[in-house]
């Protein structure tokens, strides 16, 4: 099993790795990567799919046992780098270019201070929130 990696995707990783092969192991050492992510208490909160052999419709085996109101769930916000990770902040509305300024300022500043004291290069993804005015 593997993942589905478009075109544009492929050449987007190859263009990265082009860029940044000649780094070095200190290079990547001033690197503070972060991201966001959910974490659901009972699984994904997507539509799943079993595979099983005829006639086993009602076999716990080819089943997935639930929970009402789904378990629960947890967003947070976190960052590591070469000197370990930075603090994980947990996210507890919809996330928005404020919310994400608001992080970064009360955060991960803070940390990237403290804890790369000889500068670092901040590396997050493209998402809208990531990219706009309010944050450049």
């Known amino acids: ?19 940044f092969e000649h780094w070095t192991e200190v290079d990547w050492r001033k690197v503070l ?3 966001e992510s959910k974490f ?10 079993i595979r099983r052999p005829t006639g086993t419709r ?6 997935i046992p639930t929970v009402k109101h789904g378990g629960g769930n947890v967003m947070v916000w976190g960052s ?11 996210i507890t509305s919809t996330m928005d270019a404020i919310m994400y300024r ?11 201070i403290r804890n790369m004291p000889r500068g ?16 450049k």
């Open 33 to 35: 990567f972060s991201d």
């Open 102 to 112: 608001d992080i970064l300022t009360q955060h991960m500043l803070p940390y990237a």
């Open 40 to 49: 659901q208490l009972f699984g994904s909160d997507g539509r799943k799919y």
């Open 120 to 135: 670092w290069i901040f590396q997050q993804d493209n998402n809208f929130k990531h990219s706009s005015k309010l944050i």
């Open 80 to 90: 590591f780098s070469y000197n370990g990770v930075g603090p994980l902040i947990e």
């Open 58 to 63: 009602y076999n716990s085996r080819y089943q």
């Open 1 to 19: 099993k593997k993942p589905l990696i478009s075109a544009k995707s492929k050449k987007a990783r190859l263009n990265f790795a082009r860029k």
